[in-house]
Structure formats: C-alpha cells, structure tokens
C-alpha cells in the first residue's frame, strides 16, 4: 500500500469567500494537507465560513502583512496559497489605503518569508490585472495579454503579481500564479454583486444595476476554481501563469433577470442606479493552457444550476449574511447605489 506524505499547508484569507471554499475542498478531497488558515478577519472575513471544519484546521487570527506572524507561519510549512486580499472594487475607490498594505506589502512579506525558507508559493490573482476588453471584441485574455488594470483594487493585484514574478525570477522561489474570473457561490460576502441582488430580493429589496447593465463578467462556480488551483498546486510548472475561466461570459442584465427568474420577480424588479466609476466593460478568459497542459475541466458548465443552488444556499443560510446587510446597503445607498 502506498503512503502518502502529509503535507502542511498555510491558507492565506481562508475566511473569506474563496479561501473558505478551497479549506473545505481541500479537507474534502486532498487529506494529503494539514490545514492552517492565517486570517485578518476584516469586515469580509467570517469565521461562521469555517465552522464546519473548524477541529480539522489551525486558525491563527493576523494579518499577513504582520511578518512576524508570516515568518513563523511560512516556517513551518510546505505550501503557501494566498487568497488573503482586499477584494472589492467599490471599496477600493472610496478608501485605497488598505488595498496597498494588504495587496502589496502583504504579499511581499509573505514572498520574503518563502524565499527563506523555502515553501512552495501559489499566488491566486484575478483576471482584472489585465483591463478590459471592448463588447464586440473576439480576443479574450490569455497569459500574454499585457497588464493594464484599471482601478486601486486591480492595480494592487497586479503590482502583487509583478512582486512574485520578480521574486521567482531574481531570488528562484518556486511560485506559480493564476489569475481567474468572476466567481460565484456559497459564502461570497453581499458586498459583491450576485449576493447583493439575491439578498435584496429575500429582504424585499429591489435589486440595483449599475449603469446599462451591459458589462460582461466571466462567471466561474467557486469550486470549479478552486479545484483549478488544486491543478496547478499536483501539475503546475515553477513561474508559470495559469488563467481560469469556464467559458461563462454573460452580462449584469442577463444575470440579474436570471436572479429575478429563479426568485419569482417580475423582469423589470430592479433599480438602475450610478454606475460605478471606471467601470471595466468585458473580461473573458482563455484557460487554454489549464485545460490542455494541466488537463482541468470545470464541473459547473450550467450558469444557471449553479445560480439556483446558490440562490438556494443564500435562502437556507440567512444567520450567515443576514448581521452584514444592512452596513453594506447603507454604504452603497451614501454613494447613490
Ligand atoms: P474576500 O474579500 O471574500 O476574502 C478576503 C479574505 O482575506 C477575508 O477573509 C479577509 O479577512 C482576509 N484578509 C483581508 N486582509 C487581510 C490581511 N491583511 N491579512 C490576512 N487576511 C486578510 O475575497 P475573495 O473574493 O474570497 O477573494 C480571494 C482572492 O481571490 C483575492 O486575492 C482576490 O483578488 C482573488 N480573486 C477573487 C475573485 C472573485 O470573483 N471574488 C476572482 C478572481 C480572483
Ligand atoms: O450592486 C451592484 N450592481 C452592479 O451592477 C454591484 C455590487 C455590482 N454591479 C456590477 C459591477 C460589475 O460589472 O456587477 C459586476 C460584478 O461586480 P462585482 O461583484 O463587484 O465584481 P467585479 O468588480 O467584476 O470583481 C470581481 O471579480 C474579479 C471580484 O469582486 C474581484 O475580487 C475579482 O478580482
């Protein structure tokens, strides 16, 4: 019988809506690592996210711009994966302060600890570096698109990206990168815009669409990233990018009257309210080199099953966003959104 070697793993941001789903991926699917989460449990951090795997992990409560923190944590594992961020858009145009101590000074102080002590890196990014693309534009992005990020929050993400290219390149860590697309799924915190539209309409609020409507996002079912990144952690080559896309390009009005649908509203049971500044048209990705190099295929190719369930999970699990809701509409309604 063969045995399998534990492997320890650090979990950057592993109580937000990413990271929490990849613990509970990876304690479903991969008993080869051991967990610890590093957490700063920011407004958008939840342990609630972790209460059902919370004996089978470590949960140390920090910032990863913290480097002593950093330091004794990296030093005592075989892999990084850093989802920690500051993640949302429209937060980072009304403050961008903690985007840079987090986004940037935060993955450099992860990125020196590595490179002392040898850990093996992943750094999870977003398909945002790269700008955005024009509604009748064939091209999508793919990992030689040149990087041209529009707002606080992606322009930190992508000098966070520049950071780990650098380091692998100058220092010889071994690190790899993905930078994926819009997700979607259970615990996305209703900040971001398929929660909020759904839990509007479950606290008989009207759901509210910046501008036209007619910005293109690229959805991804979280899972399906995060078992993307799974493939890169078994498969992936040393300093390579890997950009993860389930071809899911559809526009806020079609997702938002999906949303409308699949909750009983009428069509038209929605606000049109300010768009948001700078906002990006299209993002599309070209996961090519996932697929054939690394042989991933996601499993959630119908939008639509996927957002029921997900509508499911947010009706079903109202203690669990029910205590944010009102902070954030209130943000948003100061702003004429
Ligand atoms: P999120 O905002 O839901 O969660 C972020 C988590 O990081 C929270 O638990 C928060 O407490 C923690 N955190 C914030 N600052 C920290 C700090 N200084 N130290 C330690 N922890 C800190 O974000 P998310 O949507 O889960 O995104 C996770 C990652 O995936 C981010 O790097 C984001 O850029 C990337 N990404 C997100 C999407 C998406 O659609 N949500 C798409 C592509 C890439
Ligand atoms: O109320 C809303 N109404 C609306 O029309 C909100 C919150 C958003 N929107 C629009 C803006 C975008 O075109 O919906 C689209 C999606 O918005 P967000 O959920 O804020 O996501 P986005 O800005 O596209 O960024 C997301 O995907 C890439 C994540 O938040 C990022 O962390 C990730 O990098």
Do not use: M
């Given at each position: 019988m063969e045995v399998q070697q534990t492997m320890r793993m650090?979990?950057?941001?592993?109580?937000?809506?990413?990271g929490a789903n990849f613990v509970h991926q990876t304690l479903r699917e991969h008993p080869e690592y051991e967990v610890t989460v590093l957490d700063a449990l920011t407004y958008a951090g939840n342990p609630a996210s972790l209460a059902p795997v919370r004996d089978d992990i470590e949960f140390v409560h920090g910032s990863v711009a913290d480097a002593d923190v950093v330091d004794r944590l990296v030093g005592r594992c075989d892999v990084v994966v850093h989802f920690a961020a500051e993640s949302h858009?429209?937060?980072?145009?009304?403050?961008?302060?903690?985007?840079?101590?987090?986004?940037?000074?935060?993955?450099?102080?992860?990125?020196?600890?590595?490179?002392?002590h040898g850990a093996r890196y992943h750094h999870i990014s977003t398909d945002e570096v790269y700008g955005d693309l024009e509604l009748d534009d064939p091209a999508k992005f793919t990992p030689e698109t040149p990087y041209n990020p529009s707002s606080p929050y992606s322009s930190t993400k992508a000098g966070s990206d520049l950071l780990v290219r650098a380091w692998v390149r100058s220092f010889g860590i071994h690190a790899t990168l993905s930078n994926c697309s819009n997700n979607y799924g259970p615990y996305q915190h209703v900040e971001k815009f398929i929660p909020r539209q759904v839990t509007n309409v479950l606290s008989g609020l009207r759901p509210k669409l910046y501008g036209a409507g007619e910005n293109v996002r690229d959805w991804i079912h979280v899972d399906d990233h995060n078992s993307a990144v799974h493939a890169i952690l078994d498969r992936g080559r040393s300093g390579e990018t890997y950009l993860i896309g389930a071809d899911g390009e559809k526009n806020n009005r079609e997702v938002l009257a999906l949303v409308l649908e699949l909750t009983g509203q009428p069509a038209d049971a929605f606000d049109s309210v300010t768009d948001r500044a700078g906002h990006d048209l299209r993002y599309a990705i070209d996961a090519t080199k996932l697929r054939t190099e690394l042989g991933w295929t996601p499993r959630?190719?119908?939008f639509r099953e996927g957002l029921a369930?997900?509508?499911?999970?947010?009706?079903?699990?109202?203690?669990w966003w029910r205590p944010l809701k009102d902070g954030v509409e209130a943000a948003y309604a100061a702003q004429g959104q």
């Open positions: 650090l979990v950057t941001g592993g109580a937000g809506f990413i858009n429209d937060n980072s145009l009304r403050d961008p302060a903690p985007f840079l101590t987090t986004n940037v000074v935060g993955t450099f102080t992860l990125l020196e600890a590595v490179r002392r959630y190719t119908e369930a997900t509508i499911d999970w947010y009706r079903e699990n109202e203690a």
